[in-house]
């Protein structure tokens, strides 16, 4: 809603702020002021100026050099309008001005006669709509002088304010509303506009004395038919969509563009000025709120107008030029034979009037804002009117609203009316009566109050207020205030009366309960520890396109929006990987060498039967299930399902993360968190003291990540076979047989398709699987007082055989004393035979007791040697 | 003294002579070992001299002796002290050759970046901590019903025509528009009192730009005890403000409307671009909205079972990435999901 400081003056002539204080002012009661726009921006170096003299231009034929009276005294400009005459008064920019459309004006020289100035069009001062002939705006009319502000004749010296109505208060969408806002707080009367008030439109057009004071509209009354002297039927059919309409005939009227402070004000407010009918009616809606329609009441057939339901098939060509489609459940003005408006949201381009209407019918009507919210919503429109009507239009200005449009339209383009104001429908509306307790205010705001401070609080902002039973008060709130519905509304309103700066900083109470452990706080020590290894924290968004990951990815499973703005980012990532590969993407291409990103963040799947993505066929638990136990899985998604996934918070023991945490399970959706990084490129090392050659990123740096996030608790890995990921490098991570994640490169085919011109791998874990099984507080010994022996030994061992299993087989065997033994050396080459590959592994002895002898764990050594060698395992 | 004690004597000092004249050219350590297994090894040229002591007269022999300790004392001296110097030379030379430039970089573990909303969460995290306010979160995927209707923002109401909620095709659901949705999540699960902090991610169908992702980040608070009061609110947002944006920050609290609270509150921050005086930011209004608060509105609590006549709390909610942007001068939200290096590399040791 933007709002005309001097409007706001015009109605409450005793606002004596600045624009900035009212502003404030405004903001401290609860109406925004989202922006201070000077209206006379551009005009600073813009005066009124007189040309004194007209001479051709020596060098021009079409152009012309003046002499222009600026007050201060006479100075050269070169004209190319044909219409610049002597004696005219036109706006003179002088150098140095910065016009209101953008151009900076310096003195210069045009064919050899130096200009010192211009002679301003209306489009070069911003103001397109004023008509003008020539190419120069005429200003003589207004009686300045030379030397004076153009701004103010124009209409410009005026502060507009951008307000942010809420919307609970549709009765600060006009310039009264927001008067009578600040009139309860600064004090004065409220001068709303009745018919005798038309002062400042006296001095311009001197066509108030042709109101009809005779034909001032009559209340209402609850007729549902009305016609009589105006010649006009009225029938309402649907009177729950709109209880009460009202009408006026005017006729005579003379169609033309409305004077120019009207022009100027609209256009200042945002509105394109049209003919004098229909600004009038966007007036009435800036000053009252009251929308308000004219119909050319020679295309109304009849005449005759029918307030009915849409009826299905129906169509309108609504003024924006676009054909509308009506149904039952949308409120339409209509004549004997078709559909004329939307009723509370756009006209009729039939039935608008145009320079050639003579006779016009003015509307003003009351329309249910349920209805008026379903129509909007279904025909994707949204109209001041709708806007207004949706929020709730004060029914009971409906009819002064038809009243101000009337003179307002007789006023500007003449004409008289014909017959009384028509009326059809009630204007009851019950005056709500809403108990308040002052008690409760005090209790609830933290002010001091009592019933007095709150009754004369609320006497302020015009509310009745009568003693009710308990030492509670009963609040009558008026038809406008359709925010004042309960206790906490009233009690909103004395706070925001008092001033919500008087409300008393209040200390929480200390709490003595301790904080329970948090999810939150778990995640965060998380992604700390994945920093501390260099994996940069990502937040990619939740949107992607999976065209890139091919037919194979979640097919089935994934989830999408309903209504996308962007086509290819419409569904949501079932992994994060899915988007982190676009962060890698994005670095990749900007020249860095390598990324190493990690995210935690929610990841989506479709579950039980929903075919979200409209591709393969709905997915049943069932079927999930029965493939799961599967090893060569072939459903192509992801390695952790669902179904294998531990219950939430199942598994969780003293150690659970924040109550009321644990995501629900909602119909159709598997939401799940989890942490995931992305490896590409060559993102580790490179400085100076290794020759600034960075190291590639490999599967082993992706496989670390389960490492580091599971410290060390025993997880297995096994190949899988997922079509988006390299087929000789992914498998699934498996915390006691269960499914928590994968690691594995990308296709190569894929990371094509990602345009990522490197080799990515990737890593994703269940976030809670990750946290739930933090360890409890463990016990833990002195280190060994005796040495430790170790023994290096190198195996050859067929390719295929894991290398876990092979390292398990050792750790298992019946060593005594060997405490630890990890792999050093993998080797496959010229020395190795073919299908084979040699495993080095490290061996530790140690005893708690005594020291070890060597020849005690040479003998062990040996054992074992023997041992592998029936199982084809040879030492090299 | 007889001839013979005499020339020995003679011979030892001679001996004296010649040999710290040698080790004056001794060049190394190792020479200077060589002159001591010379001079005073046990074949060593001082040593031999000294076994003439049995030749000479039991009477001369204490004299002469002495004198001869003293030169093997001397010299052997004289020996350790040169070798000290030799030894210091040489490793001053080696120390010099170690030499490093110590300007070039240090080598440093590299410790990943950590995320300007990570930084931002981490902190709210740990400012409502110390107030009392557990943490938690909640799906990204909501029911209408815990997303408006229990919000009091029923099927209708403008606020949800104005959410430009993102739904889910094939299910009734939405993707939350606001982090709103968990104060109800949590109300259902447990009675009062309640002190929960909740970020997480929201959508709405906007179109990027500066100020618009269709992706976001908010934070919830909600409090709900016995006789909290509007007064409570006031200073949980101040002592929030001035933990975030420091100590001197200059704030506004006014009324304003969400329908899940009455009264409802909106909290400003002095503009921290211009300081208060008017600039594009703030669009000339000194003053920059950083969050929208309120009483809870006795509609939710009757949602989730509470007695509003006996519990009372405040909510307010913000968004994250708005915050970041006020603190740190970041010129649009789109930067916080590209996920550019560069950007999070301004970010290291925040």
Known sequence: MRVSYRWLRELLPALELSPGDTAERLTRLGVLVDEIERADR??????????????????????????????????????????????????????????????????????????????????????????E??????????????????????????????????????????????????????????????????????????????????????????????????????????????PLYTARVIEGVRMGPSPLAVRQRLWMLGVRPLLNVVDATNWVLLELGTPTHAFDLARIAGPEIRVRRGVPGETLVTLDGRTRRLDPAITVIADPERAVAVGGVMGGVETEVSETSSAVLLEAAFFDPARIRGAAARLEMRTEASHRFARGVDRTAVPRGLRRATELVLAWAGGRTRGPALSVGTLDAPPATVRLRPARAAALTGLDLDAAAVGSALAETGLEVDPAPGGALAVRVPPHRYDLAREEDLIEEVARRVGYDRVPSTRLPARDEPLPRERAAAAAALAGRLR???????????????????????????????????????????????????????????????????????????????????????????DDRGRTGDRGRTDGGSPTRGDTLPPRDAAAPADTPARGDALPALPGVRERRAVAALLAGSPFGGDWSEGGKPRPADFWDAKGVVELALRGRPVAFRPSDLPWLHPGQQAT???????????????????????????????????????TAAPAARRVSAPPAFPRVERDVALLAPAERPAAELLERIRTADLAALVDVRIFDVYRGAQVPGGMRSLAFRLVFQRPDRTLTEAEVDGALEGLLADLAREGVTRR | MSRAAGDLRDRLQALEAEGRAELASAATPDDVEELRVRYLGRKGRVTRELQGLGALAPDERPAVGEAGNRVKAALAEALDARRAALQEAL?????????????????????????????????????????????????????????????????????????????????????????????????????????????????????????????????????????????????????????????????????????????????????????????????????????GSGMVHPAVFEAVGYDPERWSGFAFGTGVERLAMLKHGIPGIRLFYENDLRFLAQFAGG
């Open chain 2, 91 to 291: 490793e001053s030379a080696a120390l010099a050759a170690d030499r490093v430039d110590v300007t070039l970089p240090g080598r440093v573990p590299r410790e990943g970046l950590r995320h300007p909303i990570s930084i931002a969460l981490d902190e709210l995290r740990s400012i409502f901590r110390e107030m009392g306010f557990e943490t938690a979160g909640g799906p990204e995927i909501e029911t209408a019903y815990h997303n408006f209707s229990a919000l009091n923002i029923p099927e209708g109401h403008p606020a949800r025509e104005e959410s430009d909620t993102i739904f889910v095709r094939g299910t009734d659901l939405l993707l939350r528009t606001h982090t709103s949705p968990v104060q109800i999540r949590t109300m259902e699960s447990r009675p009062p009192p309640i002190r929960l902090l909740a970020p997480g991610r929201c959508y709405r169908n906007d179109a990027p730009d500066a100020t618009h992702s269709p992706v976001f980040y908010q934070i919830e608070v909600l409090v709900v005890e016995e006789g909290i009061t509007l007064g409570h609110l006031k200073w949980t947002l101040e002592r929030f403000a001035r933990a975030y944006f420091g100590r001197d920050v200059r704030l506004r609290f006014r009324p304003g409307y969400f329908p899940f609270v009455e009264p409802g509150a909106e909290l400003d921050v002095a503009c921290v671009f211009c300081g208060g005086a008017g600039c594009a930011t703030c669009k000339g209004s000194g003053w920059i909205e950083v969050l």
């Open chain 1, 532 to 622: 501390g290894a260099g994996f940069d924290e990502a937040y990619t968004t939740t949107f992607f396109d999976p065209e890139p990951f091919g037919p194979g990815f979640f097919p089935g499973r994934l989830l999408e929006q309903a209504n996308p703005l962007a086509q290819d980012a419409r569904h949501l990532r079932p992994t994060l990987v899915a988007t982190l590969a676009g962060a890698a993407r994005h670095n990749l291409r900007r020249g860095a060498a390598g990324v190493a990103f990690f995210e935690i963040g929610h990841v989506f799947e479709a579950a039980s039967g929903v075919d979200a993505g409209g591709r393969a066929g709905p997915v049943g638990r069932a």
């Open chain 1, 42 to 131: 551009g005009f600073e170096r813009v005066l009124v100026g007189r040309v004194e003299r007209v001479d051709p231009h020596p060098r021009a034929d079409r152009l012309k050099v003046c002499a222009v009276a600026d007050g201060a005294g006479v100075r050269t400009v070169v004209c190319g309008a044909p219409v610049v005459k002597p004696g005219a008064i036109y706006p003179l920019a002088l150098p140095g001005a910065q016009l209101p459309n953008g151009v900076s004006l310096e003195a210069s020289e045009i064919r050899g006669v130096r200009s010192e100035g211009m002679l301003c069009s209306a489009p070069e001062l911003g103001l397109p709509h004023l008509g």
């Open chain 1, 733 to 771: 991570v498996l915390e006691h047989g269960r499914p928590i994640g994968f690691v594995a490169r990308l296709h190569p085919r894929v990371e094509r398709a990602l345009d990522l011109d490197a080799a990515a791998f990737v890593v994703e874990l269940d976030l809670d699987a990750v946290l």
């Open chain 1, 133 to 242: 002939a020539g190419g120069i705006l005429e200003l003589t009319a207004a009686g300045a002088g030379p030397g004076d502000a153009v701004a103010p004749i124009l209409g410009l010296d005026d502060a507009v304010f951008v307000l942010d109505v809420p919307a609970n208060r549709p009765d600060w969408e006009s310039h009264v509303g927001v008067a009578r806002e600040l009139a309860a707080a600064v004090g004065g009367d409220l001068r709303i506009p009745e018919p005798e008030t038309l002062a400042w439109l006296d001095e311009r057009e001197g066509s108030a004395a042709r109101l009809s004071r005779g034909g001032a509209a009559s209340e209402p009354a609850g007729d549902r038919d009305a016609a009589g002297e105006a010649g006009v039927r009225i029938v309402v059919e649907d009177a729950d969509g709109c």
